[in-house]
């Protein structure tokens, strides 16, 4: 038998196990899938991580954009409601100095017919009391002869004292009635003044409550529109716009209206007292004159009585109108009251 070499054998060993050599082969294989396996699952991790992400960017977008949404309404309610407040400031601003002024001009009208019922009774008065002595002077010069003699002694003086009394009380009485010329006068006047100034007064007061319904209106509508209204009432600018609304919209025109009437009647009162007053003065000056005063005559005696009558007459009518320009004063200055609250509150909450 042939002895086959070791390394013959050997050759043939090697070129026969194949196996042996495919084993790091397969090997090799297996981490290859598995390395594969890896970055599929890792690509899978990532494009879950990435989704979410935009997911949560694409909500915190949204999220921005709603707030920046409720934030412009509210800037924009803001504004519009800044806007409607200079509105009201504007139509309300100057009710309270007018109405003040026409308090005023009420008082010096009510005061003025103070003074002058006070010169128109004075005057009255003083005409009443002359009446006195002239019928006392009429009744020295009417006395019989024997009643003459047994007075003789001091008739003279008695004549004299008379005399000069009823002429001191004509001067008086005239002196009063034009006194209550000028007062009737200046009720006349501060009347029609403040006439004129009610015609304005209530075109404001119009105009001050429209601009409150204004914002009142808007409010509303801010509540029935606007996300969060309840959040933009907390803002400083809602809560003044409210309180317009309270404060500005209580002016009464109807009262306002009645006050014009009030003072038109007061103007007309004031017109005839002045009127009065000035033909009670004259008539009184006349039958105070020394012409009328010395004629004795019947006819003379008869004239001076008349004229004394007429200026009593007058200074009553005097009288009486003034004291009704005190009434009407009075119900003015009444009147006003309500009006002037109002007015001084709705000036407090345009601050």
Do not use: H, W
Not at 24 to 52: E, H
Not at 265 to 271: C, Q, Y
């Amino acid at each position: 038998m042939k002895k086959v070499s070791i390394i013959t054998l050997s050759l043939v060993m090697l070129m026969n196990s194949g196996v042996v050599f495919s084993a790091p082969k397969k090997t090799n294989k297996k981490r290859n899938a598995i390395n594969t396996n890896v970055g599929v699952n890792t690509t899978s991790a990532m494009t879950v991580n990435t989704t979410a992400l935009e997911e949560l960017q694409e909500q915190n977008v949204m999220e921005e954009l709603e707030r920046d949404r409720i934030e412009g309404q509210a800037a924009m309610a803001r504004k519009t409601l800044q806007e409607r407040r200079y509105n009201v400031k504007n139509s309300c601003s100057g009710i309270k100095d007018d109405l003040k002024a026409i308090q005023v001009l009420a008082g010096v009208s009510t005061g003025a017919s103070a003074v002058g019922t006070l010169t128109s009774g004075g005057a009255l008065v003083t005409g009443i009391m002359k009446a006195k002595t002239d019928k006392k002077l009429n009744e020295l010069s009417n006395m019989s002869s024997l009643e003459l003699y047994e007075y003789a002694k001091n008739l003279e003086e008695e004549k004299s004292k008379l005399e000069k009394k009823s002429k001191t009380l004509g001067n008086v009485r005239t002196g009063l009635m034009a006194g209550s010329i000028a007062t009737s006068a200046t009720s006349t006047i501060t009347s029609g003044i403040s006439t004129k100034k009610l015609d304005n007064l209530i075109d404001k007061m119009k105009d001050c409550d429209t601009a409150a319904k204004q914002i009142k209106s808007y409010i509303s509508q801010i509540q029935s529109e606007i996300d969060d209204a309840d959040d933009l009432k907390n803002y400083p600018l809602f809560e003044k716009a409210e309180n317009i609304v309270k404060s500005c919209s209580g002016f009464d025109t109807a009262n306002i209206k009645e006050i014009k009437s009030v003072m038109t009647a007061s103007t007309v009162v004031g017109g005839i007292g002045a009127a009065t007053s000035i033909a009670g003065t004259i008539t009184s000056a006349m039958a105070n004159s020394k012409d009328v005063r010395n004629d004795d005559s019947e006819a003379g005696v008869k004239k001076e009585k008349g004229l004394n009558i007429a200026s009593n007459v007058m200074a009553g009518i005097s009288t009486g109108t003034s004291a009704g320009g005190i009434v009407l004063g009075a119900i003015t200055l009444n009147k006003l009251a309500k009006n002037v609250d109002v007015a001084e509150k709705c000036e407090d909450a345009l601050k």
